[in-house]
């Protein structure tokens, strides 16, 4: 019997009510490394030991909800629990959202404020990790309106996340690599459609420094729910070269405002993906 998501939908309601926003702005630096140098910010906290993906999921939540200055949310421990499903036992989920906020704290992507007798005050710091003040992401393009075209290329960029996977209940519907693996297609897409999106298992495993075993198994998952769909392109360069095949990916942003216990079908359902 598929999971209910009504408990998660309902304090999603609550939180939509507050940020009163569409989409939630996360610089592209957070999904994608630039230089490949090292692994973005999104694929350290996945790789963090225990709980990577309530970090993810958690600082994602509040960059939502956090949408106007000074960027700060003060919400128990066990609304967030609530929202990222683990409010089964309230206790418990309170635990590791708590567990998670002192890691995000320690990471430099939240700063806490302690009230007695409160909840903490948690403010958020830019999402890259790096201990500076938080900024929407958008300021930056409002500044270099008018700019040259090189100057708008140097503009970093930022990808919108609908706030449908919060208010249906995916957050807590995807597991980590699933939902990583969507933050990555979103990102690839830079701002078109999200259709027949590729990239070279070399050029995903710098770029976003996940492996193939994680990509495999959020590909699969994402396409269990009809969130993507995987097809193939014929990569031929002339008439002399060998036939080879990509494996292409369709984001279904349509099926967010669906609810994920609709949508879920046997995974062992879903053909193996990502064999190239």
């Known amino acids: 019997m598929a999971k209910s998501f009504e408990a998660v939908r309902a304090v999603a309601q609550q ?123 958008g300021l930056a393009w409002e500044a270099v309106k008018g700019a040259d075209a090189r100057t708008r290329r140097t503009t970093p960029r930022y990808v919108r996340i ?8 995916w957050i807590a519907a995807l597991s980590g690599p699933a939902f990583a693996m969507l933050l990555v297609l979103l990102e690839s897409a830079r701002g078109k459609e999200p259709r027949d999106l590729w990239f070279a298992p070399s050029v995903a495993a710098a770029r976003y420094g996940l492996n193939e075993a994680t990509r495999k198994k959020g590909v699969d998952e994402l396409e269990s729910f009809g969130l993507v769909s995987v097809g193939q392109a014929l990569v031929t360069r002339d008439d002399l070269s060998s036939k080879r095949r990509r494996n292409t990916f369709t984001v279904h942003e349509d099926n967010f405002g669906k609810d994920p216990e609709q949508q879920a079908v046997p995974l062992e359902a879903v053909a193996p993906l990502l064999r190239s």
């Open 162 to 169: 609908p706030v449908e996977i919060w208010t249906h209940g």
């Open 15 to 137: 939180f939509d009510a507050r940020a009163q926003r569409e989409t939630v702005p996360v610089r592209a630096a957070f999904i994608a490394s630039p230089t490949g140098a090292t692994p973005p910010p999104l694929t350290q906290l996945l790789r963090g030991g225990r709980g990577g993906a309530v970090k993810i999921k958690l600082l994602l939540s509040m960059l939502w909800v956090a949408a106007k200055e000074p960027y700060d949310v003060v919400f128990p421990s066990r609304s967030w629990a609530k929202l990222l499903g683990l409010g089964e036992d309230e206790a418990k989920g309170a635990a590791r959202v708590n567990a998670a906020i002192r890691r995000l704290v320690e990471a430099g992507y939240l700063k806490a404020e302690k009230r007695p007798g409160q909840p903490s005050q948690l403010f958020l710091l830019n999402e890259l990790g790096n201990g500076e003040s938080y900024s929407h992401p």
